[in-house]
């Protein structure tokens, strides 16, 4: 055989080589995506295999609670061999990237951490997750969860995730020795915020504490403006498709969060929120209104609740709480179905819910926890949650899709750098695009 | 380019266009040509394809849509803000490693004691990533609640008594002189916050342009020099005509390796600023992370991908072309 017949005969094979690696990436491994029906409420032990959950708790109480949600499911499903699939950093961005090239490579995990709302229509409209209404009335859960919270999470008809844990997004944190020493109250509306605001600034103190570097601290400030300006009817409308921001409650909520940003610490764009949670935490700030994470944070720094710090509603915000959840949902063509819907009826199971929240500091989405497992503010938070109006938070993808968050993020951290309310105005009425 | 050299210096044994050292060598660089022809030109080509397309959402489409992407993305202020920034990083970053590069290069060729010492003193920090380096440049330059309550730098200037060279470093929103021009939803100039993360990338940098300068020096021949000196050129004179005339080739290197780190720069701007403030410090590279894995705008971000890609080959390509010709004339 001559030298070029054997370069010939490598090259093919070569050739081959290369398509049949490309090919194994490809779904060839898809097992039968019609899930055999549960039609029992409580989930049937599985008798082994596998179970993949992919998220991106990683951080000191988010993992304790997986891992007390991973004991529970054991003791429930003996021999099920869990993978831990996380992806840590970057608020969830860095997990969401690894999950999308899996998605497209046709390798889901079986159930990933996802957003409850707006922010999962995007895997719905790709065709890669399965519809669970009808496990949802199997398991019970649409009589245990909020009303108003399944409706909001209701997309094309359809529930498509089952939400482990409420966070509420409107929070006012303050620094109470700050305010006692200085004869204050915490501010219940925008107006009583600037008169708190400019005695604070008198005194040297600054009032709000706003951080930048993780990119959504400004965005996350300005949802709550527009929840004062607009109130909780008006409020959910902004995210309609075709919504209409040339309303000028718009503009007037820009000239406040201007306002307020100008009340606040000026090297904004270099701290992370926890950084400026810190700066009330140390008293070099008064307020900030972040997350109910913050509080998280705070008991991390060994600072007592009703002690060292506060908590209100943000300003104008009384009587509504702003929602942002974490949930599960099951992979359409997930390796192992069966698996996925046990660990599906743990997440939305009271026993679950109370296994998980206490520990990563966030309270349950069903309205029949035990509460004696939950600290102060948990205990505060979870009553408000059954009794508040519920409106969805746009920064944390409960009211708004993906691509709409980026817009109208990158319009506020603009806004944040510039207080341009021209230009803000014009990007947030151009964002209205990637509404639908 | 090793393999024609050989042949081309035997004529003799250059029979037929296929031998059998010739087939066993292309049977050696098959697999890698493969690989890099399917993972490198192919998935170029596929971006390219994507970068045409109406692909928005997880789901893969691929209608044919022309251009409209880079209509889009041109369009928009974010992405020519973007552009601004590159271009100023890149300009700022590539003169001022190389004039401290050459200064240093020179300083330590002048046969100063403990050499080694020096050299490595400059060239440790290239050891470290640039993630590393954003993160610790990060904490300098945060300037705190200046002039009052500082952090980093400018904590130390306040303590050393310096307190007027306080300043808003990566916070700092000016863009200097920051025209605008009818068109562009961007303004031009120098954003301010740019300049901490110019000096962090030199600080990374410019040791290895040291070492590559020093190379340089050490490579010409002490006898030219000498010549010009019995020819009664002062040092300048010598410097300026002989010294700096024969470092063109790695001015030129250097100008290559740092543009394309440069124009490519991602990890640093992300982990020192993550783009504020505002937009001021964002490249391309963040942008086109940002939308195609938060916004899901993959056809978009391909489009960013397929310019910078231009921009990069635009600095590159001349260079090949080049080498090649020189090669060539040897």
């Not at chain 1, 708790?57 to 429930?76: H, I, P, V």
């Not at chain 1, 498509?160 to 200085?182: A, C, D, G, M, T």
């Not at chain 1, 570097?213 to 498709?241: C, I, M, N, W």
Request: aromatic residues 12%; hydrophobic residues 45%.
């Amino acid at each position: 055989m001559s030298a070029t017949r054997w370069l010939k005969l490598f090259g093919v094979f070569s050739i081959l080589a290369l398509v049949l690696a490309a090919c194994g990436g490809a779904p060839a491994t898809t097992q039968p995506t019609a899930a055999p029906a549960q039609p029992t409420t409580a989930p049937a032990p599985t008798g082994g295999g596998k179970l993949e959950i992919f998220s991106w708790w990683t951080n000191a109480g988010e993992a304790d609670g997986l891992n007390a949600m991973f004991e529970l499911y054991k003791q429930q499903n003996p021999g099920v061999e869990i993978i831990n699939a996380t992806v840590a950093g970057g608020a969830g961005t860095n997990a969401k990237t690894v999950l999308k090239t899996r998605l497209q490579g046709g390798q889901p995990p079986d159930s990933w951490q996802v957003h409850a709302g707006k922010e999962l229509t995007a895997y719905v409209d790709a065709g890669q997750m399965e519809p669970l209404t009808q496990f949802f009335k199997e398991q019970g859960f649409d009589k245990v969860m909020p009303a108003k919270l399944l409706e909001q999470i209701t997309y094309n008809g359809e529930i498509w995730s089952v939400p482990v844990n409420i966070h509420r997004s409107n929070v006012l944190w303050y620094n109470i020795k700050i305010f006692q020493e200085n004869g204050l109250t915490p501010p219940k509306t925008i107006d009583d915020f600037f008169t708190v605001a400019e005695s604070l600034k008198a005194k040297g103190i600054i009032p709000l504490a706003v951080g930048g570097k993780d990119r959504f601290e400004t965005p996350h400030l300005f949802e709550s403006v527009l929840l004062a300006v607009f109130g909780p009817e008006d409020y959910p409308k902004l995210f309609q498709p075709g919504a209409d921001w040339s309303d000028p409650r718009v503009r007037q909520a820009a000239e406040i969060a201007k306002r307020m940003l100008e009340y606040s610490n000026s090297d904004r764009s270099s701290l992370g929120w926890a950084d400026a949670a810190q700066l009330v935490l140390d008293g070099k700030a008064a307020m900030t209104i972040m997350g109910d994470w913050a509080h998280g944070y705070f008991i991390g720094k060994g600072a007592k609740v009703g002690v060292d710090y506060g908590y209100a509603p943000a300003p104008g915000n009384e009587g509504v709480f702003m929602w942002l959840s974490d949930s599960f949902g099951l992979a359409k063509g997930a390796p192992n179905p069966q698996q996925a819907k046990a660990w599906l009826a743990l997440c939305g199971s009271r026993e679950g819910q109370d296994a998980f929240n206490p520990k990563k500091g966030s309270i349950p989405a069903r309205t029949d926890a035990d509460v004696s497992l939950y600290d102060e503010y948990l205990q505060y938070s979870i009553k408000a949650f059954g009794s508040e109006k519920l409106v969805p938070s746009i920064v944390h993808g409960a009211a708004a899709p993906e691509a709409y968050m980026t817009e109208y993020g990158n319009a506020l951290n603009v806004f944040a750098s510039d207080l341009d309310v021209d230009a803000v105005v014009e990007a947030l009425q151009d964002a209205v695009k990637d509404l639908k | 380019m090793q393999q024609a050299k050989t042949l081309s210096a035997h004529p003799a044994r250059r029979v037929r266009w296929m031998n059998r050292d010739r087939a066993i060598a292309l049977l050696m660089i098959a697999p890698s040509a493969l690989a890099i022809a399917v993972f490198v030109y192919g998935f170029i080509g596929w971006t390219a394809y994507i970068s045409m397309t109406d692909w928005r959402g997880l789901a893969i489409s691929t209608s044919f849509v022309g251009f409209d992407n880079y209509l889009t993305i041109f369009s928009t202020g974010r992405f020519q803000t973007n552009i601004r920034n590159l271009i100023v990083f890149t300009l700022f970053f590539l003169a001022s490693c190389l004039v401290i590069g050459l200064l240093l290069a020179v300083l330590i060729d002048s046969r100063i004691r403990f050499e080694g010492f020096f050299r490595s003193v400059y060239i440790f920090p290239m050891a470290l990533s640039f993630i590393v380096t954003g993160v610790v440049w990060q904490w300098l330059f945060a300037p705190g609640n200046w002039p009052n309550d500082p952090t980093g730098i400018n904590l130390l200037f306040k303590q050393a008594g310096l307190g007027f060279l306080q300043a808003a470093w990566t916070t700092d929103t000016n863009v200097v002189p920051g025209w605008r021009i009818e068109g562009l939803r961007t303004r031009i100039g120098i954003p301010m916050a740019m300049i901490p993360v110019v000096v962090a990338a030199v600080w990374q940098m410019s040791g290895f342009v040291m070492a590559m300068y020093l190379a340089g020096l050490r490579g010409i021949p002490d006898e030219i020099k000498e010549a010009a000196r019995v020819d009664g050129a002062t040092e300048w004179q010598v410097f300026r005509n002989i010294t700096l005339p024969m470092l063109q080739p790695i001015t030129l290197s250097a100008v290559i390796i740092l543009g394309h780190i440069s124009l490519k720069i991602f990890d640093l701007i992300i982990t020192m600023t993550g783009g504020a403030p505002g937009n001021n410090t964002e490249v391309p590279g963040l942008y086109m992370y940002e939308i195609t894995f938060k916004a899901n705008k993959f056809a978009e971000g391909a489009a960013v991908a397929m310019v910078m890609l231009v921009v990069v080959a635009l600095l590159v390509v001349p260079y090949l072309i080049y080498n090649r010709r020189t090669e060539v004339e040897r």
